[in-house]
């Protein structure tokens, strides 16, 4: 019988590797990067000298955010198979808004951070007294903002499919994905305060539920992988 677990072990590690690149881009991008995530927005400060200033880092930190996004598309590649053979219609609900749309939010995300950079080099060429490039990074960095909580969203659309589809198939313990549904509701709430502008900083304590398990149910698939009797019999069902 195939146990899948060479699909465990990828989606865990992939997982956890989304996780990692995730944390080391906010940390290594800066304040740039991270301030909508802690819902303290750059207000009232030089951002083109911070970009100017920071672009190094801010590249950097755009790169692995970009490779954040890699991680987690390329995950979904790996659990569709099980979970199709329980719900077709949920499998890919998963690799559309956890894969494909989620992605394409990672994209643009990056694509918008390195933007930025290449306008505050020129802000700084011309003599840093050009008011378009002052506006057009402005609304640039504010749409970036806005980006993010649409991304999230997204990303918990997928979630919810693929939460449900563990706890349907019992491929992890259900506890695990009880958890996971948990973290949605609170990651959703803070998705819609920082899409309302209405974050003070909570949301980011908020999404602290979520954060934790995904790095256990990372790390349960690289160790654990999927439960074989889930496994058989799904296999029965399918056939």
Same mark, same amino acid.
């Given at each position: 019988?195939? $146990? ?9 590690? +992939? =997982?956890? +590797? ?6 080391? &881009? ?13 819902? /303290?927005? *750059? ?11 920071? /672009?190094?880092?801010?590249?950097? &930190?755009? !790169?692995?955010?970009? @490779?954040?996004?890699?991680? +987690? ?15 077709? #219609? ?27 950079? *290449? ?20 609304? *640039?960095?504010?749409?970036? &903002? ?8 997204? !990303? ?10 563990? =706890?349907? $198939? ?7 994905? %009880?958890?996971?549904?948990?973290? %949605?509701?609170?990651? @959703? ?14 949301? !980011? =304590?908020? #999404? @602290? ?31």
């Amino acid at each position: 019988m195939n $146990t899948y677990r060479k699909n465990a072990v990828m989606a865990g590690v +992939l =997982y956890f +590797l989304g996780t990692v690149f995730g944390v080391l &881009g906010g940390v290594i991008g800066g304040e740039v990067l991270s301030s909508f995530s802690f819902g /303290k927005p *750059l207000v009232g400060v030089d951002l083109f000298g911070i970009l100017n200033k920071k /672009k190094y880092r801010i590249t950097g &930190g755009s !790169f692995l955010y970009l @490779m954040m996004g890699v991680s +987690l598309m390329a995950m979904t590649v790996f659990l569709y198979p099980i979970f199709r053979k329980d719900s077709e #219609e949920l499998a890919m609900g998963m690799v559309l808004f956890r894969g494909a749309l989620e992605g394409t939010y990672y994209f643009l995300s990056t694509l918008g951070f390195l933007v930025l950079v *290449l306008l505050g080099n020129e802000y700084i060429t011309t003599g840093a007294d050009s008011a378009a490039l002052q506006s057009m990074g402005n609304v *640039l960095y504010w749409f970036q &903002g806005r980006l993010a909580p649409t991304g999230t969203i997204l !990303f918990l659309i997928g979630a919810v499919c693929l939460y449900i589809s563990f =706890y349907r $198939t019992r491929l992890i313990p259900r506890w695990l994905s %009880v958890w996971g549904f948990i973290g %949605v509701v609170l990651y @959703m709430a803070s998705a819609l305060l920082k899409f309302f502008n209405l974050d003070s900083g909570i949301g !980011f =304590y908020l #999404e @602290m539920v979520l954060a934790p398990q995904e790095i256990v149910m990372a790390v349960w698939l690289i160790v654990k992988g999927f439960n074989r009797s889930a496994i058989a019999a799904l296999s029965v069902n399918s056939d």
